[in-house]
């Protein structure tokens, strides 16, 4: 009898090529557009694009008129990180109406990539924000007190990324910032007040001026009053604000995902999600050092191979804090410095 075969009878037969592209030859994809990635959830990435046909860097920065356009990556880009403040190259349906989806086919050279492990140990590098010209460090007097080991660490990843640091303080109603302010003054960073009220609003321009025409992100401890700064710097934000535990001294995390926001009148500011550990992984021994510019004079004349530590013979580091040549701050931030030192290669 004579079978008879059914459409699920068919077997194709494997091709010998298994899932590799039929050609190495990628379209140019000359007509694609450049845009600026504000944010990343699950597999869509919002795209703002120039209206205009203008550099889309610059346009971002003088505050022209953009249009929203979410988009998916090509697949040839599945394993590369596509993160807040990424330019990218955009083909496809960049109309931005609702339904719409284009295609991200590009992202182009980045200026800073901005990276953190999650701990020392961890050689995994996550990629947290690129493009990004200045990064504000935001700590609080108190409630919760100053994490300067954090502070130094964030300060060593601005170095690496050659990122320009800004230290904002917090919360100088209920304490002084002088405690930052001395033990940070020569290092060269720029420390400047929030200038935020109890209620939250700004009560002074200095932080909104600095930041004004840049691509910035903050970054700190959750609780530190990061997310009440966004709202009041970008109030269409309506960024979640949390509590700190008056157990554990620690805030909740509110942020839960990096978000880059429009300023007024020009510039870009990312909010990331608080983090309770900034891994240096990926940082050499040579950038850390230089991260703490007070003290590099001194490691020049120590012996070479010097570990810097408490124990080394012939460390000039004591000798040179002793002296005052790393002012008021110069003992904690040597502490500090030996305590990353064996994070390095």
């Known amino acids: 009898m004579a079978r008879i075969y059914r459409d699920e009878d068919y077997r ?13 030859n990628r379209p140019k994809h000359d007509e694609a557009i450049e845009g600026l990635v504000t944010a990343v ?3 869509r990435y919002r795209v703002v694009v120039a209206d205009d046909t203008g550099d889309v860097r610059e346009s971002h920065r003088a505050g022209a008129a953009t249009s929203d356009v979410t988009a998916v990556r090509a697949s040839h880009l ?14 496809g349906d960049t109309s931005g109406s609702k339904g719409s989806l284009a295609r991200l086919v590009e992202i182009t050279e980045r200026r800073s990539l901005l990276r953190r492990s999650a701990d020392d140990t961890d050689p995994t590098e996550r990629v947290i924000v690129a493009n990004v010209d200045v990064m504000g460090i935001v700590t609080a007097t108190e409630d919760p007190e100053p994490s300067y080991g954090l502070i130094d660490r964030a300060l060593t990843a601005a170095f690496d990324a050659g990122i320009a640091p800004l230290l904002i303080v917090t919360k100088t109603d209920l304490k002084s910032a002088d405690d930052i302010i001395e033990r940070f003054s020569q290092t060269g960073v720029e420390i400047v007040s929030s200038g935020l009220s109890p209620d939250g609003t700004l009560t002074d321009a200095t932080v909104f001026d600095r ?6 992100v903050l970054v700190g401890h959750s609780g530190v009053g990061k997310s009440t700064l966004m709202n009041a710097l970008v109030p269409r934000a309506e960024r979640a604000t949390g509590h700190v ?6 805030g909740r995390h509110t942020s839960s995902s990096a978000i880059c926001l429009r300023l007024d009148g020009g510039g870009w500011l990312v909010d990331t999600p608080g983090v309770r550990s900034f891994g240096l992984a990926h940082v050499d021994r040579d950038t850390l050092i230089s991260a703490f510019p007070e003290l590099v004079q001194a490691t020049a004349e120590c012996p070479r191979g010097c570990t810097h530590q408490a124990d080394a013979p012939g460390c000039q580091l004591d000798a040179w804090v002793d002296a005052g040549n790393a002012g008021p701050g110069g003992v904690s931030r ?3 410095l030996r305590r990353l030192l064996p994070s390095t290669g």
């Open 12 to 24: 194709p037969r494997p091709s010998r090529r298994g899932s590799r592209p039929r050609t190495k």
């Open 41 to 43: 959830d699950r597999g």
């Open 78 to 91: 599945r394993k590369d990180a596509v993160v807040p403040g990424d330019i990218v190259k955009l083909v």
């Open 211 to 216: 930041l004004q025409g840049q691509i910035s």
């Open 245 to 250: 535990n008056d157990v554990t001294g620690r």
């Open 334 to 336: 040597l502490e500090s």
